[in-house]
């Protein structure tokens, strides 16, 4: 384990080994160190109201100071909001009017400073964060550190700012807040189940802050980012902070690297380049449930991709696949690059029209609702002749407030038919942008939905998503790189536990007894019916009767063993027959307080399977039964535990498996129970995927850690 201190003593605490050499290292990135001594700054929301004017003025050139002056006591008045600042944060990023608050366009234009300890304080409330970043004027960053070791870790800042965030009194002080930054100064504990150790960013929240790994992608240039930094100001540094004499000490000078875990981070997220990049384009407002507002910044691997689909248009790019695993954030990625590439067109004087194309009805609602949440205007499109009418349209918006666009296309009924498109149906003067959500699936390249897509508008751009590429040649398949383009971004699961987005999973096998009371029943079977056929057997009762006692006894142990009555169970069957049988059992059984949901393509009404599912969600229904439906794009965190009853292959099985693998409360692992052996098919689909990675990026990949761990059982009962 690395960390960066070694010298005990009164003089060697949070401020002298980490505060104070970030301070430094955040001047050498080009923020002039402010004193709080004589400062002046408006109480109430922290804002220095004469850099905040004078600034204005500079960058907008004829903006008056006195109304420079009155839009400071607008901003006081917003900031009051109940809205998590988002009020605040459209003025913000709103660059017409002529009173810009930032100037994007020329971002060294701007002040930037650095302070200490600015306190927030509302009557006899108070918090001081260790460090605050003001543009403008405006404190938009905070910092707050640790000493390496620092008792309860970095999670305990993590408790701490949750309480402020949900205290009112400091309601203006969290609503001008953008993002915050946390260090204890270690390096990152991957296998941690709460983060403990390491540097996290995250933005402001009503309750505690999600906080996020970062791992820089890019190689930085340094020389060109940092400025030397002369002796007087860092003993003006010192002095104000009354630490003059750790200046020689080796530790000290050790802290003020710029290789260390704090140092790193302030450069990835807070040179001008990247601040300019997650102020403007980075942070977004979530509609969550029960009208509640939630704040998001992008994840480190949707800044890399976004800035990887940058270079690759730029590099005059037309496709291309961004390979992030499952539960990632794929259409929260989407979202964000329609803001981008929105401005990223609009500097070359070009207006896009973006799409976002599934294959599934369920999926085209899940996409609706996730862009609607974050403000973004949705149109639908599910059949051929409202898609050939609306890319005929040059019309780029259909809202008369100007807000941002996206078009949900499900191709479903029409994606193999030849004459969905014409040639002439495109206005060649509109860039169209389309994300194609899970190119993992067989898109036939001829004839097809796809094949007039690249025919039609040779222009167009085309982006896939995927988790699970298609990869070498097999029956029926086409390699995903070959019809899409190669990978513009990648992020694989590995790296994806480790950052805590996902969870590695645990096979169970069955137990012994269970497994001679099935071979038993089989014999029996075979010996009863002679030739027998296989799907016919498996959904028979003797098969079927102490496959489902063995479930229900095992998941009601599960629950109590993790003392958690919200966990919820998937069994995907051997066939929709064996389905069916198991949940006509589940019905008759009488032993068990379970409530489940049978969910077949041809069991109920849509809107039936829907209102399934969304109990399932909402934690009103305990198992779903399943053959083919909702082994893909169905997300339900609590499901943490899934017995597979039959082998699934390649891509296939990866997309099943990762149906436990979300983030829930405290959960480190996700739970499969193998009744069909899968562990052989998983390490040789596991390889496969590995050696594509290794030979579209070399070395650079983290050694590959096991998705699955084996838990073999030998226990008394129904075992």
């Known amino acids: 384990m690395t960390h960066y201190v070694t010298f005990m003593s009164q003089t060697h605490n949070e401020n002298s080994r980490v505060k104070i050499p970030a301070v430094l290292h955040l001047m050498r990135l080009g923020y002039d160190y402010l004193s709080l001594k004589n400062a002046n700054w408006d109480r109430q929301t922290n804002i220095f109201p004469e850099i905040f004017v004078d600034s204005l003025c500079r960058i907008n050139p004829d903006l008056p100071p006195d109304d420079a002056r009155r839009l400071l006591a607008d901003i006081r008045l917003e900031l009051d909001n109940e809205d998590l600042g988002q009020k605040f ?21 701007n002040s930037f400073h650095v302070v200490t300890e600015l306190p927030c304080i509302n009557g006899d409330e108070a918090f001081r964060p260790d460090i605050a970043l003001l543009v403008n004027g405006m404190p938009l960053v905070f910092i707050e550190v640790k000493k390496p070791n620092n008792k309860g870790g970095i999670g305990e800042e993590r408790e701490r700012m949750g309480k402020r965030a949900k205290n009112p009194k400091f309601r203006r002080f969290i609503n001008i807040t953008q993002f915050m930054i946390f260090s204890n100064n270690m390096e990152y504990d991957d296998g941690a189940t709460e983060p403990a150790q390491g540097a996290f960013y995250a933005s402001s929240a009503c309750g505690k802050p999600v906080f996020n790994y970062f791992r820089e992608e890019h190689k930085l240039n340094l020389t060109e980012l940092l400025d030397t930094l002369s002796d007087d100001l860092e003993n003006n540094v010192l002095q104000d902070n009354n630490l003059p004499v750790i200046k020689h000490s080796p530790e000290f000078i050790s802290n003020k690297s710029p290789d260390t875990p704090t140092n790193r981070i302030l450069t990835s997220l807070l040179c001008r380049e990247r601040l300019s990049f997650l102020l403007q384009h980075g942070l977004t407002y979530v509609k969550a449930s029960q009208g509640l507002v939630q704040k998001h910044i992008m994840r480190y691997p949707q800044l890399f991709a976004t800035l990887a689909i940058e270079k690759h248009l730029a590099n005059g790019g037309k496709k291309g696949v961004i390979w992030h695993t499952q539960g990632s954030g794929k259409t929260a990625l989407a979202y964000y690059n329609t803001r981008y590439l929105t401005h990223y067109y609009a500097k070359q004087g070009i207006v896009p029209k973006f799409y976002f194309i599934v294959d599934r009805l369920d999926l085209l609602k899940q996409a609706q609702r996730e862009f609607t949440a974050r403000d973004l205007v949705v149109h639908t499109i599910d059949s051929r002749e ?58 036939n390249p001829k004839g097809s939905f796809l094949a007039n897509l690249n025919q039609s508008d040779v222009n167009a751009v085309k982006i896939g998503l995927t988790g699970t590429p298609l990869i070498g040649v097999t029956a029926g398949n086409v390699n995903t790189r070959e019809l899409f383009g190669d990978y513009i971004h990648k992020y694989y699961y590995n790296a994806s536990i480790a950052d805590g987005y996902t969870l590695r999973l645990i096979r169970e ?3 012994s007894r269970y497994k001679a009371q099935l071979q038993e029943a089989l014999a029996q ?16 009762p003797h098969f079927v009767h102490p496959m489902l006692d063995y479930i229900l006894d095992d998941f009601a142990k599960f629950r109590k063993t993790n003392q958690d009555e919200s966990l919820g169970a998937m069994v995907v069957c051997d066939s929709a027959e064996q389905a069916r049988q198991l949940f006509e059992h589940f019905q008759t059984a009488s032993d068990h307080n379970f409530t489940a ?16 599912v969304k109990d399932f969600k909402a934690g009103k229904t305990d198992i779903l039964f399943v053959y083919n439906m909702l082994l893909t794009g169905f997300d339900a965190p609590r499901l943490k535990k899934l017995y597979l009853g039959r082998l699934i292959k390649a891509h296939n099985l990866l997309q099943t498996l990762t149906r436990v693998n979300r983030t829930y409360k405290s959960y480190r ?41 084996n838990r073999r059982r030998n226990r008394t009962g129904n075992c």
């Open 386 to 443: 409202a898609f050939a009418a609306d890319i005929k349209s040059a019309q780029t918006l259909h809202n008369h407030a100007g807000k941002a666009e996206i078009t949900v296309v499900n191709i479903q009924k029409f994606q193999d038919d030849p004459d969905v498109v014409a040639r002439n149906d495109y206005d060649l003067a509109i860039q169209r942008v389309y994300f194609l959500d899970e190119v993992h699936r067989s898109y």
């Open 669 to 709: 692992y996700g739970y499969v129970v193998d009744f069909a052996d899968i562990e052989r098919e998983f390490d040789k689909t596991n390889r496969a995927y590995w050696d594509e990675l290794s030979n579209e990026f070399g070395r650079r990949n983290r050694q590959l850690q096991p998705a699955i761990q």
């Open 509 to 511: 096998e069955i137990g």
């Open 525 to 540: 079977l075979e010996i009863e019916k002679g030739s027998f056929d296989r799907k016919e057997i498996y959904a028979h």
């Open 89 to 109: 944060y459209e003025r913000l990023t709103n660059q017409s009017g002529g009173k810009k608050l930032i100037d994007f366009q020329n971002f060294d234009n």
């Open 597 to 612: 949901a049978l969910i077949l393509h041809d069991v109920g009404t849509k809107e039936e399977r829907d209102q399934w």
